[in-house]
């Protein structure tokens, strides 16, 4: 399979997106280069079962044809994945991350992942990391949504009653710092 570009997602960012209804944000301005490890597929299903009341939102996850499934198939892939996993030393955590760092690192995507051990493990295999606040950030900054209406998205987030998003921004001036420090990054 030759290079892509484009994001493979970790589980969270993908819940918090359904959970919120927005999955749309994401299929609209990300959609045909969006990825999503057999790994994480399987954590929303987990997920859904460990949890019935959500089913109707996080099937949307599993029901996205634009979400592309990737595969773990490559043995020095699977010896990466597998490294991680015993370095975190989690038996049952952080499969979709290290499944979405090994593909973000195979096929030079970005990885989106909120998780710190997995972020900093981005650094390591020196893969472009971005959580879920990172991404509401650079939509607003792309002026794909309004930088409002991304705040208000948030917020939606950071107080969900089925568990709430952790997000490393606590205001929203500090969102709005995010957003210029995003696009300038990104030279807009």
Not at 43 to 69: F, H, M, R, T
Not at 95 to 109: D, I, P, S
Not at 117 to 123: L, N, T
Request: proline share 3%; glycine share 4%.
């Amino acid at each position: 399979m030759k290079s892509k570009r484009g994001y493979v997602f970790d589980t969270t960012c993908l819940n918090y997106f359904a959970l919120t209804d927005s999955l749309y944000l994401i299929k609209d301005h990300l959609g045909t280069d969006c990825f999503i490890p057999r790994e994480v597929r399987q954590e929303i299903i987990n997920g859904i079962n460990e949890y019935p009341s959500l089913e109707p939102k996080l099937k949307a996850v599993l029901d996205a044809e634009w979400l592309q499934e990737l595969i773990i198939d490559d043995i020095d892939d699977l010896r990466l994945f597998a490294n991680l996993r015993r370095r975190w030393g989690q038996a049952d955590r952080n499969y979709g991350e290290a499944a979405a760092l090994v593909l973000a690192k195979r096929y030079e995507l970005v990885a989106v992942i909120d998780d710190p051990v997995g972020r900093k493990a981005s650094r390591s295999l020196d893969v472009i990391c971005i959580g879920t606040v990172g991404l509401l950030a650079m939509l607003a900054a792309l002026d794909k949504i309004d930088e409002e209406d991304a705040w208000r998205l948030h917020s939606q987030m950071t107080n969900l009653t089925t568990g709430p998003y952790r997000s490393p921004i606590k205001s929203k001036f500090d969102f709005s710092q995010l957003v210029k420090d995003v696009a300038r990054k990104m030279h807009l």
